[in-house]
C-alpha cells in the first residue's frame, strides 16, 4: 500500500461496485481482525460464555488456543488495526466531512462500527485512536447524526403485530442461477464459513445473484421471511 504521501483519497463519486466491495472487506476482513484484536486484549478476562459462543467464528476451532495465541501476539494485531485506520484518516485529511464527501453515505457507516468497537470495548481504545486527527473528526460527524427518532414496543406487542401480518418479500429466481434454485425448494443457509454457527432452514422464496430470502412459519410469529446476502453464504438444497 502507497504510504500516505502518494495514497490516493477514495473518489467523492465512488461507484456502487466501489462501495460494495468495500462493505464487503468492512464487514468481513476487517471487523475479524479487530474482533480478534479485543478477543486478544481480554484474553483470560474474557466472558466464558461470549467466548464459547463467538470464539469459533473469530479464531477457528481450536479458539481456547489462538485466543491464548492472539493475547501474546498483542503488538502485531494492534499494527494489523492500525495500519487500515491511517487509510481512513488519510482519506479525510483534506477536510471533508464525511468518507464520500459533504454527505454521509453507507460506507461511514460500515467503517464507523469498527472505530466504536475500538474505542468501546478496548480500554486503550481511546488513546490509540487520538493518533489518528481526522479520523477522530469524522467519527465526531457520525455521532453528530444522531439515531433519528424511535418510539418503545413491548416486545410481545412486535410479536402480535408480525403474526397479525404477510411477508411482502418478491418471490422468483433470478436467470442463470448456477444452483438451479427454483421457489418452493426446501433449503438451509448459513455462512461459508466453519464458525459453528447453525443452518436456518425454510422454503426459497427468491434468490439473485445477491440476496437469498427464504419463508418459515412459527407459531409465535406466523409466516415471516429471512433474507440473506448471497455473497458468503451457502445455501444447500433439502
Not at 468481513?28 to 483470560?44: K, S
Not at 460527524?141 to 402480535?160: E, R, V
Not at 434468490?207 to 446476502?229: K, L, M, Q, W, Y
Amino acid at each position: 500500500m502507497p504510504n500516505s504521501a502518494r495514497h490516493k483519497t477514495i473518489d467523492r463519486e465512488a461507484s456502487v461496485t466501489e462501495v460494495l466491495n468495500l462493505s464487503r472487506w468492512t464487514d468481513g476482513a476487517l471487523f475479524d481482525q479487530t474482533v480478534r484484536h479485543i478477543l486478544g486484549v481480554a484474553g483470560d478476562q474474557l466472558d466464558k460464555d461470549f467466548a464459547a459462543d463467538r470464539g469459533r467464528l473469530y479464531l477457528g476451532e481450536d479458539w481456547a488456543a489462538a485466543l491464548k495465541q492472539a493475547n501474546a501476539d498483542l503488538p502485531h494485531l494492534v499494527s494489523q488495526v492500525r495500519a487500515p485506520l491511517s487509510w481512513l484518516n488519510t482519506q479525510m485529511s483534506d477536510g471533508r466531512a464525511f468518507l464520500l464527501g459533504p454527505q454521509p453515505a453507507a460506507i461511514d457507516a460500515q467503517f464507523y462500527h469498527v472505530v466504536w468497537f475500538l474505542r468501546g470495548r478496548w480500554a486503550d481504545g481511546p488513546s490509540f485512536l487520538s493518533e489518528f486527527k481526522d479520523l477522530v473528526r469524522w467519527e465526531a460527524n457520525i455521532q453528530g447524526i444522531g439515531h433519528g427518532t424511535c418510539s418503545d414496543m413491548d416486545p410481545q406487542d412486535a410479536i402480535l403485530r408480525a403474526k397479525s401480518l404477510e411477508p411482502t418479500s418478491e418471490t422468483g429466481v433470478a436467470p442463470h442461477d448456477p444452483q438451479g434454485l427454483s421457489v418452493g425448494q426446501r433449503v438451509t443457509v448459513q455462512p461459508d464459513v466453519n464458525g459453528g454457527e447453525q443452518p436456518v432452514a425454510g422454503t426459497l422464496r427468491y434468490a439473485d445473484a445477491e440476496t437469498v430470502v427464504i419463508e418459515r412459519s412459527a407459531e409465535d410469529v406466523g409466516n415471516v421471511c429471512v433474507h440473506f446476502p448471497r455473497s458468503g453464504y451457502r445455501i444447500n438444497v433439502l
